[in-house]
């Protein structure tokens, strides 16, 4: 889509979001632009709640919140081994952060960050892109208040971006490309409080 990293920049993000396409860093430090045919979507009614996550919830023990360690959360997606989550990902994402379009919920439990995901906003589409846990359910608790801060806020599309059976366990719904871009098309005409 893009000659790999040369167009790294909040502008060229948030046009290649609005083409449906999301970055993949390489291990070599240039970033891949990429496409699902099996695009994950939840639905911003709310994603599915198990009876032991709701226990869980119900527990308390933990404090929500919002664009409070956008940096953090992001680095704590990245994986040992095989990570997509590059240095030159994360310096691009923040800038979109700190232009008011990239955005992070975190879960805390006292002044330890144990949960979190972030991803950002192009009209009325919320893409998602990563979230983490260190205890037990906070990645699950952090994306459910994720989906209903931004119902609250106004977005009418919240992409997950590639089906996986952890997302469909939470009842993330499959489309594909067409049908995404359908969605998609819709979604940019709306402004929100977050876009």
């Known amino acids: 889509m893009a000659p790999r990293d040369e167009r790294l920049t909040p502008e060229f993000l948030a046009w290649a979001y609005r083409q449906g396409a999301f970055p993949m860093g390489d291990d070599d430090g240039s970033v891949e632009w990429y496409r699902s045919e099996d695009r994950a979507i939840f639905d911003l009614k709310g994603m599915h709640v198990s009876r032991s996550l709701a226990r869980r919830m119900r527990a308390g023990g933990y404090r929500v919140s919002f664009d409070e360690a956008f940096e953090a959360v992001m680095r ?63 990645s699950k608790i952090a994306l459910y208040h994720l989906i209903e801060r931004c119902r609250e806020v106004g977005f009418v599309l919240f992409d997950a971006q590639v089906m996986n059976p952890h ?29």
């Not at 923040?94 to 975190?106: D, L």
């Not at 144990?114 to 990563?130: D, H, N, P, Q, R």
């Open 167 to 195: 997302l469909r366990s939470l009842g993330a719904k499959s489309l594909t490309d067409w049908e995404y871009m359908g969605l998609l098309t819709a979604a940019l005409s709306v402004q929100t409080d977050w876009s």
């Open 76 to 138: 704590s997606c990245r994986r040992p081994s095989g990570n997509w989550i590059t240095e030159p990902l994360i310096a691009l994402f923040v800038a979109a952060h700190v232009e008011g379009w990239a955005h992070s919920c975190e879960v805390w439990m006292g002044e330890e960050l144990v949960g979190g995901v972030y991803g950002l906003a192009v009209g009325g589409c919320f893409c998602a892109e990563s979230m983490f846990h260190r205890k037990t359910d906070m």
